[in-house]
């Protein structure tokens, strides 16, 4: 999903409008030229056609030769015609055209400047990625050789979706647990400020990407901070398989990212105030499901389940 092309960049629109309003102005500027040209010929015709060669000589209006009418009457629609090209259009002459040539320029070096500004993020995050994996050199798996990374979320959920209240997870599960150790470790881990803030400390031996809003927002060194899930997205461009590792809000946004999803379905209905989105089966396939009991060490059954995106 990280494979794919950056859109190429369409023409402006006040660039094609520009362009448009100028071709506009010069084809009406042709039809008039034509008119006055034709009206002149046509002119000449109807005199020459009543005084030459007698057409409607005997036919008068107002005691008036009628030729006089007709060229009075087409020399009003030509008035009109340059009336509209010169009046009606003024707006579209050399003011406007300086107006939309600065608005132009304006709008070109706002795109610029959104683009420098873009480049310097995507590199500060790419550069804070390579430092903290060049530190932890066991991270890193012959995999991220590959062009193409597996986007993932991992997430324990009950029968009625619930993965959390109070910031906490509201059972505990050995096994649960450890399927998230043994399938995070070495991989970059995204999450949202209060999953983070749930941790005593960072877990041991993964890169942990914080989304939040807070521009000042401390973290330990190592951590990396963006402002949103597509940049946190970025910064995990070299692992092969990122995890998405909540809360419920970037569990929303990740769902519609995502290749991949490892859930621990908790079979028990429970109170909580985060919940995981409804799993779209016409969206996603199982393709794996191991079922456990309860024991000594689990007071709830649960199963393990992974759906790849079809």
Sequence with gaps: MFGKKKPIPQIDKDQLELIENAQKRIKQKKRLY??????????????????????????KLFGKEWFLFAILIWLFFFLYHLFN???????????????????????????????????VKEETLIAQSEVYAEANPKIQSPKSKKTQSELTIIVAAAE???????????????NDLKRFKNLTNGHHIIMGRKTFESFPKPLPNRTHIVI????????????????SLEDAIDAAKS???PFIIGGGEIYKQALLL????ELTRVHEDFEADTYFPK?????????????????EKHKHEFSFLTYERI
Excluded at 160 to 174: E, P, Q, T, V, Y
Aim: charged residues 25%; without cysteine; proline residues 2%.
């Design 85 to 119: 090209v010169f009046i009606t259009h003024k707006f579209m002459g050399e003011t406007w055209e300086k107006e939309q040539l600065e608005k132009l320029v304006a709008k070109q070096q706002e795109r610029i400047d959104k683009l420098k500004a873009g480049f």
């Design 258 to 261: 995502a290749d991949k999803i």
């Design 239 to 241: 692992d092969p398989q």
């Design 160 to 174: 009625n979706d619930a993965i959390g209240k109070g910031n906490k997870l509201i059972w505990h599960l050995s």
């Design 34 to 59: 034509i008119h006055f040209v034709i009206f002149l010929i046509g002119a000449i015709f109807l005199i020459a056609a009543n005084t030459v060669l007698g057409i409607g000589k005997d036919f």
């Design 212 to 227: 939040t809003r807070q521009n000042d927002y401390k973290v330990p060194d190592g951590v990396i901070v963006v402002n």
């Design 279 to 295: 799993i779209d089966t016409s969206v996603w396939k199982e393709i794996a499901n191991t079922f456990h009991t309860k024991d």
